[in-house]
C-alpha cells in the first residue's frame, strides 16, 4: 500500500504566506514524479508546480498563476515534497491535492496515488 499524507493548509489574509507538505510512504519501489494540483469549487482540477522527474535537480513545473509566488521543494530520503506559496491570492483559494507517479516493484508498472487533499482559503 501507498500513502500520501498532505498537511499545512488552512485560513490566511490575501498577501500571507503557507506551505504545504506532503509525505509518500508505504511499497515504493521508486517515487518518479511528485507535485500538487488544486481544485477550486465548480472547476476542473489543475497542476500547480511538480517535480517531473524525482531524481533529477531542478527539474520543475509551475502553471503560470504561480510562477514567482510557489516555489516546490523536496526532500529526497524521506520521499516528502513541500509548496510554500506566498502572496496569496484569493483566487489560490482551493483544495490542494499532492500526487505521486510511482511504481512499487522492479517491474515497470508506475501508477499515479493521490493524497486526501487539504484546503486553502485566502480570505480577509
Known amino acids: 500500500q501507498v500513502q500520501l499524507v498532505e498537511s499545512g493548509g488552512g485560513l490566511v489574509q490575501p498577501g500571507g504566506s503557507l506551505t504545504l507538505s506532503c509525505a509518500a510512504s508505504g511499497s515504493i519501489f521508486e517515487l518518479y514524479s511528485m507535485g500538487w494540483w488544486r481544485q477550486a469549487p465548480g472547476k476542473q482540477r489543475e497542476l500547480v508546480a511538480s517535480?517531473?522527474?524525482?531524481?533529477?535537480?531542478?527539474?520543475?513545473n509551475y502553471t503560470d498563476s504561480v510562477k514567482g509566488r510557489f516555489t516546490i521543494s523536496r526532500d529526497n530520503a524521506k520521499n516528502m515534497v513541500y509548496l510554500q506559496m506566498n502572496s496569496l491570492k484569493p483566487e489560490d483559494t482551493a483544495v490542494y491535492y499532492c500526487?505521486?507517479?510511482?511504481?512499487?516493484?522492479?517491474?515497470?508498472?508506475?501508477?499515479?496515488?493521490w493524497g486526501q487533499g487539504t484546503q486553502v482559503t485566502v480570505s480577509s
Open positions: 500526487y505521486a507517479h510511482l511504481r512499487r516493484t522492479v517491474l515497470p508498472a508506475y501508477e499515479d496515488h
Open positions: 517535480f517531473t522527474s524525482f531524481t533529477s535537480a531542478d527539474n520543475t
